[in-house]
T-cell receptor, first 113, second 117 residues
Framework: QKEVEQNSGPLSVPEGAIASLNCTYSDRGSQSFFWYRQYSGKSPELIMFIYSNGDKEDGRFTAQLNKASQYVSLLIRDSQPSDSATYLC?????????????FGTGTRLTIIP | GAVVSQHPSWVICKSGTSVKIECRSL??????MFWYRQFPKQSLMLMAT?????????EQGVEKDKFLINHASLTLSTLTVTSAHPEDSSFYIC?????????????FGDGTRLSIL
């Protein structure tokens, strides 16, 4: 079983609609969860991070965390063509002092104009 | 804030050459930096964790004698790919996390695209 799983896509969403990206993780004690966006040929850039159960909103982005279900998601409202990219879910483990992130394989998102 | 600079952005060189990549945190101190490698259409794979003033911690399967890491200051880590061969061609990316602040995210450099002929 992979430690962090994402649907590889591609996920196609019409412009203006809501894009929903999902991620599950295996380490129940994981503490911190991150969403990165990666454009083709570029390095990842941080979109959002979340530590507590529930929703966290930042502009058009909402991260949702459910630790009981070991599930974290990213919603993108009013999707724009510039949102087309690969979205990486990353999880920091439970061990104190261990700063390593485990990445999912990413979901490729395409926003259709 | 939290800018990480990586240099060079791309390298093309002959097989057998050693290549050094620098990773700098520009506006914060980082006791820990991370080196990743990404092959086409694959996710990031952590190679090693670079610790300021001590030896790097390598992930399983990563040759420490081939990928030399030096973290001599709180703002600079270097990765040297020694005697590089075509199979080492990849996208190498560093990241850093601000010192002393728990649960802060890692911030990535722009990456170095390495092509070995």
């Amino acid at each position: 079983q992979k430690e962090v799983e994402q649907n590889s896509g591609p996920l196609s969403v019409p412009e203006g609609a809501i894009a929903s990206l999902n991620c599950t993780y295996s380490d129940r004690g994981s503490q911190s969860f991150f969403w990165y966006r990666q454009y083709s040929g570029k390095s990842p850039e941080l979109i959002m991070f979340i530590y507590s159960n529930g929703d966290k909103e930042d502009g058009r982005f909402t991260a949702q965390l459910n630790k009981a279900s070991q599930y974290v998601s990213l919603l993108i409202r009013d999707s724009q063509p510039s949102d087309s990219a690969t979205y990486l879910c990353a999880v920091k483990g439970a061990n104190f002092g261990n700063e390593k992130l485990t990445f999912g394989t990413g979901t490729r998102l395409t926003i259709i104009p | 804030g939290a800018v990480v600079s990586q240099h060079p952005s791309w390298v093309i060189c002959k097989s057998g050459t050693s290549v050094k990549i620098e990773c700098r945190s520009l506006d914060f101190q980082a006791t820990t930096m991370f080196w990743y490698r990404q092959f086409p259409k694959q996710s990031l794979m952590l190679m090693a964790t670079s610790n300021e003033g001590s030896k790097a911690t390598y992930e399983q399967g990563v040759e420490k004698d081939k990928f030399l890491i030096n973290h001599a200051s709180l703002t600079l880590s270097t990765l040297t790919v020694t005697s590089a061969h075509p199979e080492d061609s990849s996208f190498y990316i560093c990241s850093a996390r601000p010192r002393g602040i728990s649960n802060q995210p890692q911030h990535f450099g722009d990456g170095t695209r390495l092509s070995i002929l």
